[in-house]
């Protein structure tokens, strides 16, 4: 009998144990500013190429590796590493608001003298609109060195203020508004071998957003240069971002040479790529184009004449990885193969046959040899936190180079879903992710938040590892609700017609297709309609407060972060793309506001900023605080001193923490 008892204890002890063996996360796990979130990411490895040659990078040494096993070969010599890097380019520095070049005999050269924080030389422009992500662009042959000149004296100044000191200072951003005076942009020239600089003679419209002329340009993107480094290549955009043109210039003389392509909308046309000459025919280059309802691939003489259409479909082309020189053809990432993936294909130029070059399943990004007859593959899917194959372009063959483990092993893992709903126009599919409790019970009914995004060039939803869900929401599922996100129309990846369907009326289809998913949770048996939420930040912080006011019975508690409150206070060049200035279209900008809906709040909302926020600036947050004394409704709010936009390191921890326990308090 005591044996018996004993085994019966030694077996209770140990399932109690095996029960304490899973682990419960915690922010500092799970959240980017916490202590101990790099332990928490999927192993990584890093390669480069040398040429053809792959070459795996460690802390302290590198490796040649070989392609057929994927395994070291041997470390690099300091000889073969310096030959790998390069040898000495010039370079270019700024240095008390002057550009400056370095030649690769470290001789300083100073390009401009009138720099100033209103002046500003080799920076990006535009807000960093049009895929515009620097000010600096050297021409093949590294001879000479075009660069945008932004004069933004005439934009108006928002007045932030560091409240550090002893006594507080001013320090103001330049901001232009929608419908307000923006920036004028040049772009210059400059020759190391003479020493001079000369401007491109681009035309220059009015700054003053009542008086632009819809045929002016006023904004210069995607700058290329031409193989033999002797023409400057670049689309020239009227404000209005109806009227995109392609146009070429001398880089010698600074001279218009030809305008090589014309493209116009009703809505809005987004140049966002450079032109790519083919490597091995200077006279032909690849142009990347919504003008058929999906970005595709377009091949063009350096005439302006189009030659054909290199892709095709309703799919969208991703990214351009390069080109494989031997058999002429170009590799591409797309979405062809299911919308929320992203697979790799290989595309012949003279064909336009596509090859997969991936597995088919999940999202991969990868990484050209010079030559482009062989690719880095890195890939996620939503089981599989993280592989990295080595792929022949030219027979797909894959050589395995590293498999990630799962870094969540051993911890208490939410339940991760995928699915589709129909759109409010009851045709689109709109595709879901839901992320539920590890302990999920059907027979439940479970606290629901929605998160949201729902605005331009970003999506929520993909085929990566966890359906490319947000730490915070295994977080809150491990405190026991159910996370709903849903990618509206509006958002990317999806075409033209998708994307811009909210034009002019920003908030509006987004709420109706967000609404369709809560349709959808109230059908579910475990949601329990009278609990609940919505959190979203930035352009989620705007649709979450627009949930809340234009569906005030639905959701019970809200929390917001840097939210638009009305357009009028946003920036020129995203603002007027999808909403024209407060001047041309009165109405879309009253219907978005959220101002005069002050008075229909009724749940709980919290609202959360960055001080300093230089994105979405504070008068959006306090304008609608007003709103809500005048209309004696009660929000709750929150500021990080100092901080921007989005949280930096630990402060994020606090501020997701902050996020969680308005949940806790008011919805659970």
């Not at 991936?358 to 089981?383: A, F, K, V, W």
């Not at 992710?433 to 995004?453: E, G, I, L, Q, S």
């Amino acid at each position: 009998m005591m044996k018996i008892k004993f085994l019966l204890l030694l077996l209770c002890t140990t399932l109690s144990m095996s029960g304490q063996e899973k682990k419960l996360f915690t922010l500092e796990d799970l959240n980017f500013g916490g202590n101990n979130y790099r332990n928490l990411q999927p192993e990584n490895k890093w390669y480069a190429w040398w040429g053809d040659e792959l070459v795996r990078i460690d802390k302290e040494q590198c490796f040649l590796v070989d392609k057929k096993t994927g395994k070291d070969i041997r470390p690099l010599t300091d000889d073969e590493n310096n030959e790998r890097k390069g040898s000495a380019k010039a370079t270019t520095i700024i240095k008390d608001h002057q550009l400056y070049v370095v030649d690769a005999q470290g001789k300083e050269h100073q390009l401009t003298t009138d720099g100033s924080r209103e002046i500003v030389y080799g920076s990006a422009v535009h807000r960093n609109e049009f895929g515009i992500n620097k000010g600096t662009f050297w021409s093949p042959d590294g001879q000479r060195l075009a660069f945008y000149r932004m004069d933004q004296s005439m934009v108006t100044d928002y007045p932030q203020v560091n409240i550090f000191p002893r006594e507080a200072t001013y320090e103001p951003d330049k901001y232009p508004m929608a419908g307000m005076n923006a920036h004028v942009v040049t772009v210059g020239v400059y020759d190391i071998n003479t020493d001079k600089t000369v401007y491109l003679k681009t035309p220059v419209g009015s700054v003053c957003g009542d008086s632009v002329a819809t045929s002016t340009p006023i904004y210069f993107t995607n700058i290329a240069w031409s193989p033999d480094s002797k023409i400057i290549y670049m689309f020239e955009l009227n404000r209005a971002q109806n009227d995109c043109r392609l146009v070429s210039y001398d880089a010698t003389t600074g001279m218009r040479i030809a305008e090589l392509y014309r493209e116009t909308s009703d809505k809005y046309v987004e140049p966002m790529h450079p032109i790519v000459f083919l490597p091995w025919d200077d006279t032909k280059f690849m142009m990347q184009s919504q003008r058929d309802g999906y970005n595709h691939l377009y091949l063009f003489n350096n005439k302006g004449e189009l030659l054909k259409q290199l892709t095709k479909g309703q799919w969208v082309v991703e990214d351009v990885l390069g080109f494989n020189k031997k058999d002429k053809s170009i590799i591409i990432v797309s979405n062809e193969k299911n919308a929320i993936q992203r697979n790799i294909y290989i595309v012949s130029i003279k064909t336009s046959k596509r090859t997969l070059l991936d597995n088919g399943r999940g999202s991969h990004r990868g990484e050209l040899s010079e030559s482009g007859l062989y690719l880095i593959d890195r890939y996620t899917e939503p089981d599989v936190p993280r592989n990295i194959n080595l792929v022949s372009t030219q027979t797909a063959k894959a050589t395995r180079l590293f498999t990630a483990a799962d870094p969540w092993e051993g911890y208490e893992q939410p339940i991760f879903e995928s699915g589709t709903i129909k759109a409010a126009d009851g045709v689109t599919d709109l595709y879901y992710r839901m992320v539920k409790p590890h302990d999920f019970d059907a027979t439940k009914k479970y606290p629901t938040v929605v998160y949201v995004y729902g605005g331009p060039h970003a999506h929520n939803v993909e085929a990566s590892w966890h359906w490319a869900s947000r730490s915070w929401e295994t977080y809150m599922a491990q405190k026991g609700y159910v996370l709903f996100i849903l990618d509206n129309r509006g958002s990317e990846n999806r075409g033209l017609e998708f994307e811009q369907a909210t034009f002019h009326q920003l908030g509006q289809i987004e709420m109706q297709d967000q609404m369709k998913g809560v349709e959808y949770l109230k059908s579910l048996p475990y949601v329990d309609a009278n609990r609940m939420g919505v959190h979203g930040w930035s352009f989620g912080g705007f649709m979450t407060i627009s949930l809340m006011l234009n569906y005030p019975d639905v959701f019970k508690v809200g929390v917001a972060g840097g939210p638009v409150i009305d357009w009028k206070w946003y920036e020129v060049m995203y603002g007027e793309r999808y909403m024209g200035t407060p001047q041309n279209n009165p109405e879309g900008y009253a219907k978005s506001s959220l101002i005069d809906k002050a008075k229909n709040l009724k749940g709980k909302l919290q609202i959360i900023t960055g001080y300093n926020d230089n994105t979405v600036v504070p008068q959006h947050c306090l304008s609608f605080l007003d709103a809500c004394i005048k209309a004696g409704t009660q929000p709750d709010f929150f500021a990080y001193p100092g901080e921007q936009h989005n949280m930096r390191g630990h402060a994020s921890v606090h501020l997701h923490e902050r996020i969680t326990q308005y949940f806790e308090d008011y919805l659970k």
